[in-house]
């Protein structure tokens, strides 16, 4: 972002149901990895070039954090511009009846958006995914897909593990071999598959003939406690309410400002005239005159970025971590 304007700061004016949607936008914005994912999406549409394999492999990395990807990547293979997938390139402003209300515009700001688009991709986010993601909800046939070929791809592996276990043994049985324990490793393939955001997609069988609602309910509860994943901890309840989301926009606002101008000027706006944050509602508090919540403010806005973001290469930090002048 050569030059800071205000809707890449100001979220003030931002619904409560686009609060989840925009702060995946505008967090998106922060990164070299997605806008490039993003150029190369543009380029490979443009020169109708066959299936690049880098290219997809880095797009399943930005969805490996599930659903809240589609947010800032459907339309990454229109233009500029583009605001409609129309089936007559003749007719550029003919919207065909199933189009999405998508367009080519990331990485432009979210409240540079129509309306309806903003509409829709603050849907996207907000159907049980993002966030504030549902804490239960049947899976999908793609996601059944997925659970399939992951279970495929396992049990490949562990029969090619299991002839080479029987060829370090030789002359011993499958029961010998399970006696001895050796066989543990690989029979039992659990039929999952985890997003980096903490997301399981799995299968289940439920007994609904066999127990009351309030049985199911316990069993789930105990079922719960002891397959949680280790690798994800009990959250707190901080971040599931609009405030919260509101919060982490003001945070990223704080890191733009600070990479472009001087906090002395941003405090003193007497020194500098462009520097008015004072009348919008994110900085009414008198809080922000003190110079640490800002130094706060931009060092958990970064910690953020990693949170939302995990595929990242581990050296990435935000566009907007280093602090430049103005004009360059």
């Not at 009990?234 to 600070?258: E, H, I, Y």
Request: hydrophobic letters at 35%; proline letters at 8%; charged letters at 30%.
């Amino acid at each position: 972002m050569a030059s800071l304007q205000r809707e890449d700061w100001d979220f003030s004016e931002v619904p409560v149901d686009e609060l989840v949607g925009c702060c995946y936008w505008e967090y998106a914005r922060e990164s070299a990895f997605i806008r490039d994912v993003r150029q190369r999406c543009l380029e490979s549409r443009r020169a109708n070039a066959p299936r690049d394999e880098q290219l997809h492999a880095d797009i399943q990395k930005v969805q490996s954090i599930g659903d809240a990807s589609e947010v800032f990547l459907r339309g990454c293979f229109l233009a500029p511009g583009v605001s409609y997938q129309s089936k007559d390139e003749c007719a550029p402003n003919y919207r065909h009846p199933e189009a999405q209300p998508t367009s080519g515009n990331f990485p432009a700001p979210w409240q540079s958006l129509s309306q309806t688009e903003r509409a829709y991709r603050a849907l996207v986010a907000n159907y049980g995914t993002g966030l504030v993601p549902a804490p239960i909800e049947r899976g999908n046939g793609h996601e059944a897909e997925d659970i399939a070929k992951f279970y495929r791809s396992k049990w490949n592996q562990m029969i090619s593990a299991f002839h080479e276990l029987q060829r370090q043994n030789p002359g011993k049985s499958e029961s010998q071999l399970r006696n001895e324990g050796k066989l543990a490793p690989y029979e039992k393939i659990p039929p999952s598959f985890f997003w980096e955001s903490g997301r399981e997609i799995t299968v289940l069988r439920i007994a609904w003939a066999n127990y009351t609602n309030d049985e199911l309910v316990q069993a789930f509860r105990q079922w719960v406690k002891k397959h949680r994943p280790k690798q994800v901890p009990v959250p707190s309840n901080q971040g599931r309410k609009p405030g919260d989301v509101r919060a982490q926009l003001t945070r990223l606002a704080v890191m733009r400002l600070l990479s472009r101008f001087k906090l002395s000027h941003i405090l003193n706006p007497r020194r500098d005239a462009r520097f008015m944050i004072w009348e919008t509602k994110p900085f009414a508090g008198r809080k922000w005159f003190d110079a640490t919540k800002w130094h706060d403010a931009r060092r958990e806005a970064g910690q953020f970025f990693r949170r939302l973001f995990p595929f990242l290469p581990v050296e990435e930090k935000p566009l907007s971590w280093d602090r430049r002048p103005p004009g360059k």
